[in-house]
């Protein structure tokens, strides 16, 4: 059968004209995607250096251990949050012949547990001030209520703190506490590791809850480590597990005689070390004390 040659002349022209179409459309949404990748590349880079910035102004906020190494032999800590900022804090002020510090861990990571974390510590700042003498539960009890009225939404809380506050007196030599689901170690002369009495309420979760001051008994020689759950929670090792509370009283029973910032060095390298390759599973902060 003929079949005319002018109409393999227009279906190859179709053809070739719709390919150039496609190659048209092809380019200019390649073009397109490099533009978007471009502003995105440059929004991921504005973001990430808002937030290194941010960080090194929470940093800043971070106390002298010197406050605390001029009272006790020896003092040292670390806060390694997840990312540039989050909401690990340490706590260190005079209060009159006071010297009242503390750890704590706040809702949450990034940015929201930074903005809590830091209200939380101009809060404790503030009763200081108004409070210079008060036991470490009635400031905790004060603070609760202010974050409590702080952050409601509605009739519930939507921040919580967890961790210690202890208040030494320079005139009675008494260290009180108060723990609020506080993480504590207490390394005695003979290498003994026992755990911190606290109780079960948080900070800022309930309106009515109720805290208790408890007296810290230790000798000279000994040592406090409070940490953050980050550390013990972080996965890593072999299998891919939490580094655990076990495991971290078994690094400080064999390096119980290592001054507060060796301590410190130590306790981040064994992080770091079980941690290997994974990713950093939350924020990370301790506090190490020698008596």
């Known amino acids: 059968m003929y079949v ?3 109409y393999y002349k227009e279906q190859l022209q ?38 290194r910035f941010a960080g090194m102004i929470q940093g800043s906020l971070l106390p002298d251990a010197a406050l605390l190494g001029n009272t006790f032999r020896g003092a040292g800590y670390r806060v390694i949050q997840q990312i540039a900022i989050g909401g690990d804090s340490v706590f260190i002020k005079k209060a009159g012949s006071n010297i009242v510090f503390g750890l704590f861990d706040c809702t949450g990571h990034g940015i929201p547990a930074a903005m809590l ?10 009763l200081m001030t108004l409070m210079p ?30 961790g210690s506050l202890f208040c030494f007196s320079a005139e009675t030599r008494k260290l009180s506490y108060c723990g609020a689901h506080a993480k504590g170690l207490h390394i005695s002369n003979d290498g003994a590791v026992t755990e911190l009495v606290s109780g079960n309420n948080a900070i800022g979760e309930e309106q009515e809850s109720e805290f208790e001051s408890l007296e810290f008994m230790y000798k000279p ?10 550390l013990t929670d972080q996965f890593g090792g072999e299998h891919n597990k939490k580094f655990t509370r076990s495991r971290l ?23 770091r070390e ?7 599973t939350d924020d990370v902060s301790f506090l190490v004390i020698n008596f």
């Open 249 to 271: 009283k078994k690094v400080l029973a064999e390096h119980a005689d290592e001054e507060a910032e060796v301590l410190c060095r130590t306790i981040e390298e064994a992080h």
């Open 221 to 230: 020689g000994e040592t406090l480590v409070l940490y953050s759950d980050g």
């Open 14 to 51: 179709a053809k070739s004209e719709m390919m150039i179409m496609t190659t048209r459309f092809m380019m200019e949404l390649q073009k397109e995607l490099e533009n978007k990748n471009r502003e995105l590349s440059e929004t991921h880079r504005n973001i990430f250096s808002s937030i």
């Open 117 to 126: 974390s830091i209200s939380g510590s101009l809060m404790l700042n503030e």
């Open 4 to 6: 005319d040659a002018e």
């Open 274 to 280: 079980w941690k290997n390759a994974n990713e950093q």
């Open 133 to 162: 003498g008060a036991e470490p539960a009635v400031i905790v009890k004060e603070l609760n209520t202010r974050l409590f009225e702080t952050f409601r939404n509605y009739s519930n809380s939507i921040a919580h703190m967890e």
